[in-house]
């Protein structure tokens, strides 16, 4: 929706006003404080060609350790579709982290890293019978399902394997919601989970997702007790069911405030506790965003501003990344990324972010406010905060010509 000429000016004005005072937190162009010194000494230094991605490895060894600290029951199986930067799974392997995986390329990924397949999990319940069939013959025995269909093909593929049923939780309050895509009624999971140990197959446990970047803390109580209502029904007939999988969700920051880890696992503990007594299951967390989101920087160039007519007061700035080439989350505005441009301290300006390739939806942000420096020039390079998650991975192999990202890991 189009703004008017004195909502625009009212908003500039506190933004330029908030950029003068030390203390004051610019709520659309981030604090150049916020950037990592490593991260930024590096793009200082080296001036590599933009658009890349710049991951900080100790940043993302930091977040493992303080889930590892937070919840110290949980076994921690990295989400590799964050970001499969083969330095960052090298590294999580040597930290002892587990491997939630998705396909026989994120596989053949982890396994080429030092992963023992004891340390992956299979955790897409679409799957192909030969890719069960090829994880089983490298030795991965744990697999997820959410159908009547895929356990059949468990049951060919991966005999004797431990299965866990994903079930169907609503994704309120996850700024990245997984839908209705995955999982199935709790009803059906237990009649599929009967029906494994009838397969010959191991039910081992229930697993959930309660959307990424969910900034709902009691979102977990409520899957948390669905998951314990099954445990509950199973063992009626005779089933112990033993693992429960919490999946991702835990979030970056972006500009929102978010509560941090402590609350989240908090949250889950918590929720643990009060569903499932002191006969607590085993207890998988699949963390994506919240290990390597915060630990990366995209560096870009601008490479045209202009504006739409005379009388309008927004400049549309395009950068030389957009959707297509790491920003898909941008898609329906859902993510909204801090953006700073180092260099330029003057007063801020409202602006339509937009990439650079010739397709209409490759537009960033235009009902999000965001405001940028009225000094901003052609060529000055933008950085665009916590963008180590999702990005790299969802980078086009060269749409319109332009390079898929290049991502740094130092
Ligand atoms: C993507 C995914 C995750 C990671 O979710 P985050 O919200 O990024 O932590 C975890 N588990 C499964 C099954 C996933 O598909």
Same mark, same amino acid.
């Given at each position: 929706m189009a703004k008017t000429r004195s909502n625009v000016a009212l908003a500039v004005r506190p933004a330029a006003r908030r950029a003068a005072g030390p203390e004051t937190v610019r709520v659309d162009c981030a604090n150049d404080r916020d950037v990592n010194p490593k991260i930024a000494r590096f793009l200082a230094e080296k001036q590599p060609e933009t658009p890349c991605l710049v991951v900080d490895l100790e940043a993302v060894a930091q977040s493992y350790a303080m889930l590892r600290e937070h919840l110290p029951l949980a076994r921690i199986f990295y989400a590799v579709k964050a970001n499969p930067a083969p330095e960052i799974v090298a590294m999580l392997c040597g930290l002892g982290s587990n491997f939630d995986?998705?396909?026989? @390329?994120?596989?053949?990924?982890?396994?080429?890293?030092? *992963?023992?397949? /004891?340390? &992956? !999990?299979?955790?897409?319940?679409?799957?192909?019978?030969?890719?069960?069939a090829?994880?089983?013959?490298? @030795?991965?025995?744990?697999?997820?399902?959410?159908?009547? *269909?895929?356990? /059949?093909? &468990? !049951?060919?593929?991966?005999?004797?394997?431990?299965?866990?049923?994903?079930i169907l939780v609503d994704c309120d309050g996850a700024e990245w919601p997984l839908s209705r895509k995955f999982g199935c009624s709790p009803e059906m999971a237990v009649d599929l989970l009967r029906q494994a140990r009838s397969f010959g197959l191991d039910p081992y446990g229930v697993s959930f997702h309660v959307g990424s970047q969910q900034t709902d803390l009691d979102q977990w109580d409520n899957a948390i007790g669905r998951a314990a209502r099954m445990f509950s029904l199973l063992a009626e007939a005779d089933i112990a069911l033993r693992m429960v999988n919490i999946g991702g969700g835990f979030p970056a920051r972006y500009r929102s405030a978010v509560p941090g880890?402590?609350?989240?696992?908090?949250?889950?503990?918590?929720?643990?506790?009060?569903?499932?007594g002191n006969y607590l299951p085993e207890i998988i967390i699949e963390p994506g965003r919240s290990l390597v989101g915060d630990a990366g920087i995209i560096q870009s160039e601008v490479v045209l501003i202009a504006k739409k007519g005379y009388d309008e007061e927004k400049r549309w700035v395009y950068l030389d990344i957009g959707k297509f080439h790491g920003l898909a989350e941008t898609m329906d505005e859902s993510i909204k990324y801090r953006i700073t441009a180092p260099g330029s301290a003057g007063p801020l300006?409202?602006?339509?972010?937009?990439?650079?390739?010739?397709?209409?939806?490759?537009?960033?942000?235009?009902?999000?406010?965001?405001?940028?420096?009225?000094?901003?020039?052609?060529?000055?390079?933008?950085?665009?905060?916590?963008t180590g998650a999702y990005t790299s991975s969802y980078s086009s192999v060269g749409f319109n010509g332009f390079a898929p990202l290049k991502t740094y890991c130092i």
């Amino acid at each position: 929706m189009a703004k008017t000429r004195s909502n625009v000016a009212l908003a500039v004005r506190p933004a330029a006003r908030r950029a003068a005072g030390p203390e004051t937190v610019r709520v659309d162009c981030a604090n150049d404080r916020d950037v990592n010194p490593k991260i930024a000494r590096f793009l200082a230094e080296k001036q590599p060609e933009t658009p890349c991605l710049v991951v900080d490895l100790e940043a993302v060894a930091q977040s493992y350790a303080m889930l590892r600290e937070h919840l110290p029951l949980a076994r921690i199986f990295y989400a590799v579709k964050a970001n499969p930067a083969p330095e960052i799974v090298a590294m999580l392997c040597g930290l002892g982290s587990n491997f939630d995986v998705a396909s026989r @390329g994120e596989i053949e990924l982890c396994l080429g890293e030092g *992963a023992t397949p /004891d340390r &992956l !999990s299979f955790g897409n319940t679409i799957k192909k019978e030969r890719d069960i069939a090829f994880a089983y013959e490298k @030795g991965i025995r744990l697999f997820a399902f959410d159908s009547a *269909a895929e356990l /059949d093909k &468990l !049951s060919r593929a991966a005999p004797g394997a431990r299965v866990f049923c994903r079930i169907l939780v609503d994704c309120d309050g996850a700024e990245w919601p997984l839908s209705r895509k995955f999982g199935c009624s709790p009803e059906m999971a237990v009649d599929l989970l009967r029906q494994a140990r009838s397969f010959g197959l191991d039910p081992y446990g229930v697993s959930f997702h309660v959307g990424s970047q969910q900034t709902d803390l009691d979102q977990w109580d409520n899957a948390i007790g669905r998951a314990a209502r099954m445990f509950s029904l199973l063992a009626e007939a005779d089933i112990a069911l033993r693992m429960v999988n919490i999946g991702g969700g835990f979030p970056a920051r972006y500009r929102s405030a978010v509560p941090g880890i402590a609350r989240y696992a908090a949250a889950v503990t918590n929720a643990m506790t009060k569903h499932f007594g002191n006969y607590l299951p085993e207890i998988i967390i699949e963390p994506g965003r919240s290990l390597v989101g915060d630990a990366g920087i995209i560096q870009s160039e601008v490479v045209l501003i202009a504006k739409k007519g005379y009388d309008e007061e927004k400049r549309w700035v395009y950068l030389d990344i957009g959707k297509f080439h790491g920003l898909a989350e941008t898609m329906d505005e859902s993510i909204k990324y801090r953006i700073t441009a180092p260099g330029s301290a003057g007063p801020l300006g409202p602006t339509v972010l937009a990439g650079p390739t010739c397709d209409s939806a490759d537009i960033l942000y235009e009902k999000t406010e965001y405001h940028l420096p009225l000094d901003l020039k052609v060529g000055d390079k933008v950085e665009i905060l916590a963008t180590g998650a999702y990005t790299s991975s969802y980078s086009s192999v060269g749409f319109n010509g332009f390079a898929p990202l290049k991502t740094y890991c130092i």
